[in-house]
């Protein structure tokens, strides 16, 4: 029993303790901390203690989430996606409006890529404080990313067109 008990209150305070991420790799564009403290306080009302952590950089999008009693960590490779999405419920808008000193902008940002880790080649980021300016940014991010795509893609249909009018 002592031990059970041991092990357990290690794995508690191994889960309390506040995880450190690299930050060389890449500019960071957003990190769950810009929420607020008026935020911080409040979302123990609601068991938000329990909320996703989020940090994106021009190199990845890292989401630490709860399932249970364990965290899981989720990420996607900036160059791994290929759309970006926004939601926001209309609680959320009404409460950006109302309460804007503690609540701004929050949105849900959804992540498509070609990342076989994530369900259905999707990453949710919930609760996303300042979403709309997160998401220009992202926006412009993936455009400089992929702006050669559409060259590769146009030359190559050139050359597809070439080859078939030589038969």
């Known amino acids: 029993k002592t031990e059970l008990r041991d092990l357990l209150r290690k794995r ?12 060389a790799d890449g500019e960071l564009i957003y990190e769950s901390s810009e929420r607020g403290g008026f935020y911080k306080c409040i979302r123990v ?18 989401v630490h989430r709860w399932d ?13 996606i290929s759309d970006i999405g926004r939601e926001q419920t209309c609680c959320c808008c009404m409460a ?38 997160v998401m220009d940014t992202m926006t ?5 990313i992929h702006k050669d795509f559409r060259k590769n893609g146009k030359a190559l249909g050139q050359k597809l067109n070439q080859i078939k009018h030589q038969r």
Request: aromatic content about 8%.
């Open 96 to 133: 950006s409006c109302c309460c804007g000193c503690c609540i701004n902008d929050f949105g849900d940002i959804i992540l498509y890529g070609n990342d076989e880790t994530t369900d259905n080649g999707q990453l949710l980021l919930k609760n996303v404080a300042h979403s709309d300016k």
């Open 12 to 23: 508690v305070e191994f889960m309390a303790q506040k995880q450190e991420y690299d930050t």
């Open 45 to 62: 009302l609601w068991c938000a203690c329990c909320e996703p952590y989020h940090k994106v950089t021009t190199k990845y999008v890292r």
């Open 68 to 80: 249970g009693c364990s965290q899981i960590t989720d990420s996607m490779a900036m160059e791994a």
């Open 140 to 144: 412009r991010h993936l455009q400089e």
